[in-house]
């Protein structure tokens, strides 16, 4: 395993990071301990669940592995999400000041901790001005509830005006960013990776394996069956399947992280990981999974490092669609009357 710092902060965590989404959904409590056990085995030392993740299931068999596991737990860097609706009344979500301390101490008392390492905005809130939001955030900190703060899934401009807005108070500023980012997706890297890269943050992606199909599971015009996600739901995902189904560059992509496996002897999967890890400004990849054997498999990436030629191959076949100004031919032409 392989350590970074947790962006600028001076945190050190794994460069693979447990995503708990699962824990009380796809794995049962049993499975989930399994889980957190195999991670720890193989040197993992950075956790990431959130409150919506089975309406707070998945923080409390969390903090119950927690609590009967105390020395593994004092190394552990604990990160968790507020944001998103944990109940039925009007204020029971957003990044309001009301909402966040009660969904801060809820997520607390679920974990059965005193403070979490790192909290993260799991979403943009339109309706809170973001001074509000940063404003608790710094508060939080100065309090002890929390050690740094991150945001998740937010656009480059809202990166960035929170930021600048932190720095113009004198407030704690923020240290992460977690996108979903994978081979198919890499549409960040137009906007939302250069605003992380500029302010500092470490990069958290999610989905690093896009839903399966990184892994191989897929085959072309052949809808999923049997226990895959999309298969145990007729209608779920159905469009975004036939969407990438559809789309050519899915399949060239496939073809060559298959190869690379198949050339080093290893799976798609440590593959795909081992690829988005060696991005720039990636702190930590979040690896989900629904047993401790596809976890293992998962974190056997960590000690693949590939070749500067198979970085590069994989780079050029998956690079985003710049079709358009102001990224594509017509916007690089621009920039370049303007001497930028």
């Given at each position: 395993m392989q350590y970074?710092?947790?962006?600028?902060?001076?945190?050190?965590?794994?460069?693979?990071?447990?995503?708990?989404?699962?824990?009380?959904?796809?794995?049962?409590?049993?499975?989930?301990?399994?889980?957190?056990?195999?991670?720890?085995?193989?040197?993992?030392?950075?956790?990431?669940?959130?409150?919506?993740?089975?309406?707070?299931?998945?923080?409390?068999?969390?903090?119950?592995?927690?609590?009967?596991?105390?020395?593994?737990?004092?190394?552990l860097v604990v990160a968790t999400k507020g944001r998103f609706a944990m109940g039925d009344g009007r204020n029971d979500l957003g990044l309001s000041r009301r909402h966040l301390r009660e969904a801060l101490d809820a997520s607390l008392r679920r974990l059965g901790v005193e403070h979490?390492?790192?909290?993260?905005?799991?979403?943009?809130d339109a309706l809170t001005p973001v001074e509000e939001t940063l404003g608790f955030l710094d508060e939080a900190v100065a309090a002890?509830?929390?050690?740094?703060?991150?945001?998740?899934?937010?656009?480059?401009?809202?990166l960035t005006k929170?930021?600048?807005?932190?720095?113009?108070?004198?407030?704690?500023?923020?240290?992460?960013?977690?996108?979903?980012?994978?081979?198919?997706?890499r549409d960040i890297e137009h906007e939302v990776v250069p605003a992380a890269l500029d302010a500092g943050l470490g990069l958290?992606?999610?989905?690093?394996?896009?839903?399966g199909w990184l892994t191989g599971k897929y085959e072309r015009d052949v809808l999923p069956q049997g226990s895959s996600r999309l298969g145990e739901d007729p209608t779920r995902g159905m469009e975004a399947w036939e969407a990438r189904n559809a789309d050519e560059r899915t399949w060239r992509v496939i073809d060559a992280v298959r190869e690379v496996a198949d050339a080093r002897e290893v799976t798609m999967s440590q593959?795909?990981?081992?690829?988005?890890?060696?991005?720039?400004?990636?702190?930590?990849?979040?690896?989900g999974a629904r047993t401790s054997e596809q976890l293992g498999d998962n974190l056997r990436a960590a000690d693949l490092v590939l070749t500067a030629a198979e970085l590069e191959r994989l780079t050029e076949v998956s690079a985003p669609r710049v079709d358009d100004y102001p990224y594509g031919t017509a916007g690089v032409a621009q920039r370049h009357r303007g001497g930028l």
């Open positions: 970074r710092t947790l962006g600028t902060s001076g945190t050190i965590v794994s460069a693979q990071c447990l995503g708990t989404m699962t824990f009380g959904a796809e794995a049962d409590e049993r499975a989930s301990a399994e889980m957190m056990t195999t991670f720890v085995e193989h040197g993992g030392t950075f956790v990431d669940t959130a409150d919506v993740y089975s309406q707070g299931g998945s923080e409390e068999i969390l903090g119950r592995w927690l609590a009967a596991h105390p020395t593994d737990a004092r190394q979490i390492d790192l909290y993260q905005m799991h979403a943009w002890g509830k929390i050690s740094y703060y991150g945001f998740s899934n937010y656009l480059g401009w809202q929170a930021v600048h807005t932190a720095r113009a108070h004198d407030w704690s500023r923020p240290v992460t960013l977690q996108p979903q980012y994978n081979l198919l997706v958290l992606p999610w989905s690093p394996l896009a839903g593959v795909a990981l081992a690829w988005l890890a060696a991005r720039p400004g990636v702190t930590s990849v979040i690896i």
